[in-house]
């Protein structure tokens, strides 16, 4: 039988992609002792790597898809297909970037300045490109962690990844320029997409994944309501096209399903039920297709 070989991301990011294809509809369970998580479907078989090194595998051929950081693309400078952008990650749905820090009272004020100092950073190959580009040789260094602490004794600045800017902040770091904002790319090899089977394969999980996030932060309503009291009731529902208005057994009575996001949810339910609506029924969703 034919396979495709899933390229799973090891660690920071590994727990929230396996609830992301949970969502799907695939169950991967991972154990501790193997690096070969089983997967429910026996055309897919499922390989843990770090993400850092995603790119280079796929690009090589070695796994034909997988899970990685648009950053790891970028710093590994990997030619592969990408089949879907998925803003998700370990902590919440917020882009992450890659950005220039230096202490709060660096007189580094930008990239021309960093001339002949230390960088230390994971993202060594990224950090060079930018140099280049902006006509400035410093010494970069590899990080192996905790790339914080190091300014300003054991470097003048650091590239280094981000959300919220929180953890630079607490180590007395600014932030000087970004270099890479990065979300999780769905990649695939280009030869895999070659093969029908595989690219049939590669653009149903696409498809799939890409539902899911969709389907973040929103919810499917469902109600009952009088079509006399309906015209008011439609004037309050938010829809991510149209709400479906279908006809009951009794002929003064319809059911009306839509989609809403869960805040909204939480305000519009009693505005609702005081409209007229009746029967009312908040259920999730796990994807929408569009």
Not at 115 to 140: D, P, S
Request: include cysteine; charge should be negative.
């Amino acid at each position: 039988m034919e396979k495709l070989m899933l390229g799973i991301p090891k660690g920071s990011l590994e727990e929230a992609t396996v609830d992301l294809f949970a969502k799907a509809g695939f169950k991967i369970q991972i154990s501790s002792r193997s690096y070969y998580p089983t997967i429910d479907d026996p055309e897919i078989e499922c390989l843990l790597i770090r993400a850092q090194e995603m790119s280079r595998y796929v690009e090589e051929g070695i796994i034909d898809c997988g899970l990685t950081g648009y950053d790891w693309i970028r710093e590994n400078g990997s030619d592969v297909y990408e089949a879907a952008e998925l803003v998700y990650g370990k902590v919440g749905t917020s882009p992450l970037r890659w950005v220039l820090a230096v202490p709060n009272d660096s007189p580094i004020q930008c990239a021309k300045d960093l001339e002949g100092k230390r960088i230390a950073t994971e993202a060594v190959g990224m950090t060079h490109r930018y140099l280049e580009a902006n006509g400035v040789k410093a010494h970069v260094e590899f990080s192996w962690g905790a790339t914080e602490v190091k300014p300003p004794r054991l470097a003048d600045a650091i590239v280094e990844i981000t959300e919220t800017g929180s953890s630079l902040r607490a180590n007395n770091l600014r932030i000087v320029d970004t270099l890479c904002i990065s979300t999780t790319r769905f990649i695939a090899n280009h030869d895999a997409m070659k093969s029908e089977f595989k690219r049939h394969k590669i653009e149903n999980l696409a498809m799939l994944l890409k539902g899911v996030m969709l389907a973040k932060g929103k919810c499917g309503l469902m109600l009952n309501a009088r079509k006399a009291d309906l015209e008011a009731i439609l004037k309050l529902l938010p829809a991510l096209e149209k709400p479906t208005v279908s006809p009951l057994s009794d002929p003064e009575w319809v059911a009306v399903n839509t989609i809403v996001s869960e805040v909204a949810g939480r305000e519009l339910i009693p505005e609702l039920k005081r409209a007229g609506a009746c029967g009312i029924v908040e259920f999730p969703l796990n994807k929408i297709i569009e």
